[in-house]
Structures are given as structure tokens and as C-alpha cells.
């Protein structure tokens, strides 16, 4: 199992362009999130899914989409991207059921210029 | 009040010693609690968790939680340089998929 995958790994984007995030997990895995993680504001938490199909905003949604087409992917766009936006984000996967364990990816460290 | 406050640290101590992280938090609901472990430039990965309440151990790392204080504490015993990492608590209530996370603390063990 590869567990959690997330594409690019290193992103500089200019403030108005629009990206999408990859992630992507095998392990069947119903829950799926997005998290950014500034210094000193911890794991925030952007967007997540319960299911294909269903998706929710977390604590910071704004500025950022997602959708669930498949189990397996869990994109995160930015639609128009701004300085505030550099930061490192974190896409996690669980059961949703049982242990609380959530499996994070390797990360993908964004800088908008 | 924040929901949930956590030192940023960074905490030093020298290999051996025992380590006492700690995270408060103001969400009676709470019911799972959780340490995350996050090595540098690396994604958090879970250590241990507590549903409700009461102590937990698992080899070096014991984790506590005082609901009546809305207190939780994570100790290391013997610190090994390799336990130099962010210690993230995390918390979340049963039935819901919002986990909510302390600002981590940065442990250094020194050799």
C-alpha cells in the first residue's frame, strides 16, 4: 500500500493563478481531509469528505474547493491564489469508524508570490 | 479562549529524562483524545489516543486526560534523541469528523 499520496510535493504559484492539489489514498478509506499548517496556528482544518460524493467545509474553506468523485482522490483547488494562501497542506485519511487514527500525506509546501 | 492551547515549546532536554507535554482544552463534548507525532518536514502520524477518559500506556509513552480539568498530558520516559519531533494533541468528539489540533510542541532530546 502506498497509503496517502499528495502531488506536487513543492509549489511557488503567483498571487491569481488557480491550482488543484492531488491527493489520492488506497486504502479504502470513507473519511478524507485537507489541513494547512502555518507556524503557531497548528493543523487547520480546510475541507473534508465523508464519502464520494459528500464534502464539507472545515475551519478555513474559504478560498479553496474540493469535490469526491471517486473513494480514492481528493483534490483541493485553489481558485484564485493569494500570499495568505502559502502555507503547507496536509490531506489525511480514516475510517471514520472505530480507532481515530488518521493517515497524513508527505504534504505539498505552497508559496504564492 | 482558544479551544484547545498547547505550549509551542521548543522544549529541551537531555537524553533520559522524562518529558511531560501538555495540551488544555475548553470543549466538554470532547470525547477522544489524541497525540499526534510529527517529525520534521514529514506528515503527523498517530502515537496514541484516550476515548473518554482515564490513562493509557503503551511502552515509554503514557497518555493521561483529566476531563474534570479539561487537561491532557502525554509523558515520555527515557528520551531517546529519535523522540526529537512536534508533538501535536488532537481532540474530536464521538460521531463527528472534525479533529481539532493543538499548535505542537517542538521537542529536542540531546544526546
Known amino acids: 500500500n502506498a497509503g496517502v499520496t499528495q502531488t506536487p510535493k513543492f509549489q511557488v504559484l503567483k498571487t491569481g493563478q488557480s491550482m488543484t492539489l492531488q491527493c489520492a489514498q488506497d486504502?479504502?478509506?470513507?473519511?478524507m481531509s485537507w489541513y494547512r499548517q502555518d507556524p503557531g496556528m497548528g493543523l487547520r482544518l480546510i475541507h473534508y469528505?465523508?464519502?464520494?460524493?459528500?464534502?464539507d467545509q472545515g475551519e478555513v474553506p474559504n478560498g479553496y474547493n474540493v469535490s469526491r468523485s471517486t473513494t480514492e482522490d481528493f483534490p483541493l483547488r485553489l481558485l484564485s491564489a493569494a500570499p495568505s494562501q502559502t502555507s503547507v497542506y496536509f490531506c489525511?485519511?480514516?475510517?471514520?469508524?472505530?480507532?481515530?487514527?488518521?493517515?497524513f500525506g508527505p504534504g505539498t509546501r505552497l508559496t504564492v508570490l | 479562549q482558544k479551544e484547545v492551547e498547547q505550549d509551542p515549546g521548543p522544549l529541551s532536554v537531555p537524553e533520559g529524562a522524562i518529558v511531560s507535554l501538555n495540551c488544555t482544552y475548553s470543549?466538554?463534548?470532547?470525547?477522544?483524545f489524541m497525540w499526534y507525532r510529527q517529525y520534521s518536514r514529514k506528515g503527523p502520524e498517530l502515537l496514541m489516543y484516550?476515548?473518554?477518559?482515564g490513562n493509557k500506556e503503551d511502552g515509554r509513552f503514557t497518555a493521561q486526560v483529566d476531563k474534570s480539568s479539561k487537561y491532557i498530558s502525554l509523558f515520555i520516559r527515557d528520551s531517546q534523541p529519535s523522540d526529537s519531533a512536534t508533538y501535536l494533541c488532537?481532540?474530536?468528539?464521538?460521531?463527528?469528523?472534525?479533529?481539532?489540533f493543538g499548535t505542537g510542541t517542538r521537542l529536542k532530546v540531546l544526546a
Open positions: 489525511a485519511s480514516s475510517t471514520g469508524r472505530g480507532v481515530p487514527e488518521q493517515f
Open positions: 486504502m479504502n478509506h470513507e473519511y
Open positions: 469528505s465523508v464519502g464520494a460524493g459528500i464534502t
Open positions: 470543549n466538554s463534548a470532547f470525547q477522544y
Open positions: 484516550t476515548y473518554s477518559s
Open positions: 488532537a481532540f474530536a468528539t464521538s460521531g463527528t469528523y472534525k479533529y481539532i
